[in-house]
T-cell receptor, first 114, second 116 residues
Framework: DQQVKQNSPSLSVQEGRISILNCDYTNSMFDYFLWYKKYPAEGPTFLISISSIKDKNEDGRFTVFLNKSAKHLSLHIVPSQPGDSAVYFCAASAGLAGANNLFFGTGTRLTVIP | NAGVMQNPRHLVRRRGQEARLRCSPMKGHSHVYWYRQLPEEGLKFMVYLQKENIIDESGMPKERFSAEFPKEGPSILRIQQVVRGDSAAYFC??????????????FGPGTRLTVL
C-alpha cells in the first residue's frame, strides 16, 4: 500500500527554467512532509520540509507547497541547475499519531539539461 | 562532524549465509532507523531503535531479520539465511533527541546487499 505517491518517474528541464516535482499522499494523518535528494550510490540528503500548519516553505531556490485538501505537495526549483540532477523523494510522517518512521514515494529522476 | 556511517558499502552473500550491516549514527543522535530500497522502489521503513531498545519494528519481516543498537558501538541489522529477494540497498538514518517524527532524518550512504 503506497501511501505516498510520485507519479512521474522522470522529468527533464532546461537549465535556468523551473522544475516542478509533484507528490500525492493518501493518509490524512500525515502532518509533516519532507523532500530528499539522492545521487547514485549515496544516501538521501534532506532538502526541505513543511509542517501541515503551513502551505508554503521557501529555502533559497527551493520552495515546497502543500495543499492539504488535495493531499498534494510540490517542490519547485528555480532556477534549475545541472547540479540539481538527481532523484527526488517525497516523504511524509504522522508524528501526531505517534508514528516514528517516514513514508517515502518512489522518487522522480530530475535531469537538468545545460 | 562525521555524518552517518555505514559499512560495508557493498556486501555479497550466497543464499543461506548471514549478512550483518552496521550503522554508526551522527554524533549526538540517539535515534536510528533502518530502511530498505528494492530496485525501482522508494525506501521502506524497517525498524526504529534507540540505545538498547527497539521502539518500532513494524516494517521488519517476521523471520530472519533482527536489529540491535547496543549501549556501545554501532547499530546492527542482521539477516540470517539470506535469499535472493533480500538483495537491496539498506539505508540507515539517524535523528537527534526530541521528537523523531519532526526532525529530518540524516541518512548514511547505504549498504548494497547482493545475494547470489
Amino acid at each position: 500500500d503506497q501511501q505516498v505517491k510520485q507519479n512521474s518517474p522522470s522529468l527533464s528541464v532546461q537549465e535556468g527554467r523551473i522544475s516542478i516535482l509533484n507528490c500525492d499522499y493518501t493518509n490524512s494523518m500525515f502532518d509533516y512532509f519532507l523532500w530528499y535528494k539522492k545521487y547514485p550510490a549515496e544516501g538521501p540528503t534532506f532538502l526541505i520540509s513543511i509542517s501541515s500548519i503551513k502551505d508554503k516553505n521557501e529555502d533559497g531556490r527551493f520552495t515546497v507547497f502543500l495543499n492539504k485538501s488535495a493531499k498534494h505537495l510540490s517542490l519547485h526549483i528555480v532556477p534549475s541547475q545541472p547540479g540539481d540532477s538527481a532523484v527526488y523523494f517525497c516523504a511524509a510522517s504522522a508524528g501526531l499519531a505517534g508514528a516514528n518512521n517516514l513514508f517515502f514515494g518512489t522518487g522522480t529522476r530530475l535531469t537538468v539539461i545545460p | 562532524n562525521a555524518g552517518v556511517m555505514q559499512n560495508p558499502r557493498h556486501l555479497v552473500r550466497r543464499r543461506g549465509q548471514e549478512a550483518r550491516l552496521r550503522c554508526s549514527p551522527m554524533k549526538g543522535h540517539s535515534h536510528v532507523y533502518w530502511y530498505r530500497q528494492l530496485p525501482e522502489e522508494g525506501l521502506k521503513f524497517m525498524v526504529y531503535l534507540q540505545k538498547e531498545n527497539i521502539i518500532d519494528e513494524s516494517g521488519m519481516p517476521k523471520e530472519r531479520f533482527s536489529a540491535e543498537f547496543p549501549k556501545e558501538g554501532p547499530s546492527i541489522l542482521r539477516i540470517q539465511q539470506v535469499v535472493r529477494g533480500d538483495s537491496a540497498a539498506y539505508f540507515c538514518a539517524s535523528s537527534p533527541t526530541g521528537t523523531p517524527s519532526y526532525n529530518e532524518q540524516f541518512f548514511g550512504p547505504g549498504t548494497r546487499l547482493t545475494v547470489l
